[in-house]
């Protein structure tokens, strides 16, 4: 069954941890890419690859980190830079140029 | 810089009523446009999108939208909604071979049957 998924769903850290958030996709898909989602301010891209090894900043990169060593797997490190890192964090692919992007199911992340 | 901006944020409407959201960009160039629908616990996913031809681009579930370049709109419609439809509804739009998408802020449609 191809698809995205992101673990964990749910994800609680204390201040001044880093924690990453993995994103995994079976479609063969190029590009893949990392938002942050907030109530009333749709998404924001963070971070976006096009291919393995090689990735570009989005909008919103301050206090992230990511990593693209193979084409199925873009993980997302949010750092303890990060001052506002409570929010719900999707991930999408997409084949390539300008097509549809698909999303996984998202992780909600929660600073206490 | 490029933009998309929703006209709505919240709608309500009864069952069976017709839904217009409204959808308009800033870029003057080739576009591509698009609408997602995130349905309450679910993944983000396409309703339709638009590249190139005609204008008026059906989707899923009987919404369609239809691209009017003059007025830099890209409005999503359905003649009749069902409490199912209850969801927050995404414009977007990228331009040229561009892969990365600039999105409007949402608009959350509440259905009551």
């Known amino acids: 069954d191809g698809g995205i998924t992101q673990s964990p769903k749910y994800l609680f850290r204390k201040e001044g941890q880093n924690v990453t958030l993995s994103c995994e996709q079976n479609l063969n898909h190029d590009a893949m890419y990392w938002y942050r989602q907030d109530p009333g301010q749709g998404l924001r891209l963070i971070y976006y690859s096009q291919i393995v090894n090689d990735f570009q900043k989005g909008d919103i990169a301050e206090g992230y980190s990511v990593s693209r060593e193979k084409k199925e797997s873009f993980p997302l490190t949010v750092t303890s830079a990060q001052k506002n890192p409570t929010a719900f964090y999707l991930c999408?692919?997409?084949?390539?140029?300008?097509?549809?992007?698909?999303f996984g199911p998202g992780t909600r992340l929660t600073v206490l | 810089a490029q933009s998309v901006s929703q006209h709505n944020h919240h709608v309500i409407l009864s069952e069976a009523a017709s839904l217009e959201l409204g959808c308009n960009y800033s870029y003057g160039g080739t576009v591509n446009l698009f609408w997602y629908v995130q349905y309450p616990g679910q993944h983000l996913q396409l309703l339709l999108k638009y590249f190139s031809g005609d204008p008026l681009v059906k989707g899923i579930k009987g919404f369609e939208a239809e691209f009017i370049k003059s007025k830099f709109s890209f409005n999503l419609r359905k003649p009749s909604v069902q409490w199912s439809d209850t969801a927050e509804y995404f414009c977007?739009?990228?331009?040229?071979?561009?892969?990365?998408?600039?999105w409007g802020l949402g608009t959350s449609l509440a259905v009551n049957p």
């Open positions: 999408a692919s997409s084949p390539g140029g300008a097509d549809t992007q698909y």
């Open positions: 977007a739009s990228s331009t040229g071979n561009n892969r990365k998408l600039i």
